[in-house]
């Protein structure tokens, strides 16, 4: 299952498939990181901005329809799923004192720190078409509790948390993702689904990347898992395995 997509050709059939869809996703079609993403697009005005700024990221823009849910990040290491995380947008919450701005510092100040510089929320196009959507700005301050949403996407990048998911993961969802890494022949690769629960069936696949981060799963072994796709002659399945093979090998 995948979204209903269409590559942009001109304003007009961007507007057309907007109307059809009532809510969008806009995206480059080749890049990385959650760069130029505008996600949940629902006006005329929100398109003519989310496409241009995809512009600035790749020639060949995606238009698709707009699933709500989960995102799911599920890592299939040659033909098995080897970790599984839901992907959460980045979000702040009032304290009826600090403004958007020294909030959003804030919880940049803590991703940076918790990734190593790795995500933090950037200032660009989507996140201040988040906040104006919850008709908000950088200097609004926030009431105590209220949460808000930084922006739609979650990429580890652009300031998303991973939680693990691997062991809870529904069968089903697996036997998806081992087919999509199948069929795109992508021997490494991390597969994006929209969900309603990591537990059920329902599914969209959304996107296949093929320069997934494996150091975010830990402690999911994907980097002992790539190194023995890499290096299959390395493997020793038990420790007799290993002597007989020095016996016989010179170092």
């Not at 918790?114 to 933090?120: F, I, N, P």
């Not at 580890?156 to 089903?172: E, F, M, P």
């Amino acid at each position: 299952s995948v979204p209903d997509q269409e590559k942009l050709i001109s304003l007009e059939q961007a507007e057309s498939f907007l109307k059809k869809h009532q809510s969008i996703v806009v995206k480059p079609a080749d890049n990385e990181q959650g760069r130029g993403i505008s996600v949940d697009i629902r006006t005329l005005e929100e398109l003519k901005k989310a496409l241009d700024w995809a512009k600035g990221y790749a020639s060949e823009i995606l238009l698709e329809s707009y699933h709500p849910g989960q995102d799911l990040r599920v890592v299939v290491i040659q033909g098995e799923v080897v970790a599984a995380s839901i992907r959460k947008i980045p979000q702040i919450v009032g304290d009826g004192q600090h403004s958007v701005k020294e909030l959003l510092n804030y919880y940049n100040r803590r991703r940076l720190a918790a990734t190593q510089g790795e995500s933090s929320v950037p200032l660009d196009e989507e996140t201040q078409r988040c906040l104006k959507r919850q008709a908000l700005h950088l200097d609004s301050v926030l009431a105590k509790g209220q949460l808000v949403d930084l922006r739609k996407t979650a990429n580890l990048h652009t300031g998303g948390t991973l939680h693990d998911v691997t062991k809870s993961l529904q069968a089903h969802l697996k036997k998806v993702s081992l087919k999509a890494a199948e069929i795109l022949e992508i021997p490494v690769v991390g597969l994006d689904l929209m969900i309603k629960d990591p537990s059920q069936e329902d599914y969209v696949l959304i996107e296949a990347n093929e320069r997934v981060g494996l150091a975010n799963h830990a402690p999911q072994p994907t980097a002992e898992k790539f190194i023995d796709f890499l290096f299959p002659q390395t493997i020793f399945k038990n420790k007799q395995g290993f002597r007989e093979n020095h016996e016989e090998t010179d170092y």
